[in-house]
């Protein structure tokens, strides 16, 4: 008899847990509802001119001069360049080749 009782307590406890978990997947979290709510408020609003902070023109010069100078990896002054080559030539690649 008690262990009927037990048996009926813990089918009740998985049936009670089940639907809550199954109650939690379907519904939304509360980060879809705060990017649901975002992307609703956010619809049909451009950023308006005078809201960007540098013009154009500004941007594209800044962007102009960004380019990097073109190293040479196997400059024969760096000691660790010195040091590969010596590497190299003792497994046996030739220099000359």
Not at 3 to 16: E, N, P, T
Not at 23 to 46: M, N
Not at 84 to 92: A, D, L, P, R, V
């Amino acid at each position: 008899m008690a262990s009927q009782q037990l048996y009926l307590r813990l089918i009740g406890l998985a049936v009670l847990l089940t639907l809550l978990a199954l109650r939690d997947v379907s519904s939304d979290s509360s980060l879809h509802k705060i990017l649901r709510k975002r992307d609703v408020a956010g619809v049909g609003t451009a950023p308006s001119k005078s809201s960007v902070a540098l013009p154009s023109s500004k941007a594209q010069e800044f962007l102009a001069k960004l380019s990097r100078t073109k190293r040479n990896i196997w400059d024969r002054s760096r000691p660790d360049v010195q040091q590969w080559i010596m590497q190299f030539m003792y497994m046996g690649y030739d220099e000359q080749v």
